[in-house]
């Protein structure tokens, strides 16, 4: 069975970009999270998807946004980047949105902004 | 809501020797305390977890402890290798959000 495919696993913008990150879950995951991950500050939480329905959404401005496709696919986006955004964002997929599940994470966007 | 903080941030320790990183929760609704490893290049990937009517669990050279009194969790490793090298995030879950810690750098040196 295939994991959890993020692309692009690179990106570079500059200041005032928008930007749009994808995720493909495990076949048969319903539920995709998207986690930034930034030195010292560790996961942070953006948002969880099931089933084209957000259940959960983190501490972060409205310039983060998220979307779930009716096959379990997942996208976010970024606009109006700050060079704060610069991070590695995972997202993770389970097959129920349980938070007592375990989750299965992507390798990860790095995005850079410039 | 909750909060999760882990300790030490960095750990170096000799080949061999046994290797612990220390969380606390303060959400006394947690129930469920997950330990993810994340290799250079990679996303994090669940090693062991504990569920709160469970005070200890092992699986071969890791072992997870939990405190629920206290509000505090453990990961163990002995006989560290260079394999175990990497970052370990602890978390901790009631049936709302699943909160991770801080992160630990574990650098096992031959």
């Known amino acids: 069975k295939a994991g959890v495919t993020q692309t692009p696993r690179y990106l570079i913008k500059t200041r005032g970009q928008q930007v749009t990150l994808s995720c493909s879950p495990i076949?048969?995951?319903?539920?995709v999270s998207w986690y930034q991950q930034t030195p010292g500050q560790g996961l942070q939480f953006l948002f969880e998807y099931f089933s084209e329905t957000q259940r959960n959404k983190g501490n972060f401005p409205g310039r983060f946004s998220g979307r779930q496709f009716s096959n379990s696919r997942s996208e976010m986006n970024v606009s109006t980047l700050e060079l704060g955004d610069s991070a590695l964002y995972l997202c993770?997929?389970?097959?129920?949105?349980?938070?007592?599940?375990?989750?299965?994470f992507g390798s990860g966007t790095q995005l850079s902004v410039l | 809501g909750e909060n999760v903080e882990q300790h030490p941030s960095t750990l170096s320790v000799q080949e061999g020797d046994s290797a612990v990183i220390k969380c606390t929760y303060s959400?006394?609704?947690?129930?469920?305390f997950p330990w993810y490893k994340q290799e250079l290049g990679k996303g994090p990937q669940l090693i062991i977890d504990i569920r709160s009517n469970v005070g200890e669990k092992k699986d071969q050279r890791i072992a997870v402890t939990l405190n629920k009194t206290a509000k505090h969790f453990s990961l163990h490793i002995t006989e560290t290798q260079p394999e175990d090298s990497a970052v370990y995030f602890c978390?901790?879950?009631?049936?709302?959000?699943?909160?991770f810690g801080t992160g630990t750098r574990l650098q096992v040196f031959p």
């Open positions: 076949s048969g995951h319903r539920s």
């Open positions: 993770a997929s389970s097959i129920t949105a349980k938070t007592n599940e375990k989750l299965f």
């Open positions: 959400d006394s609704a947690s129930n469920y």
């Open positions: 978390a901790a879950s009631n049936t709302d959000k699943l909160i």
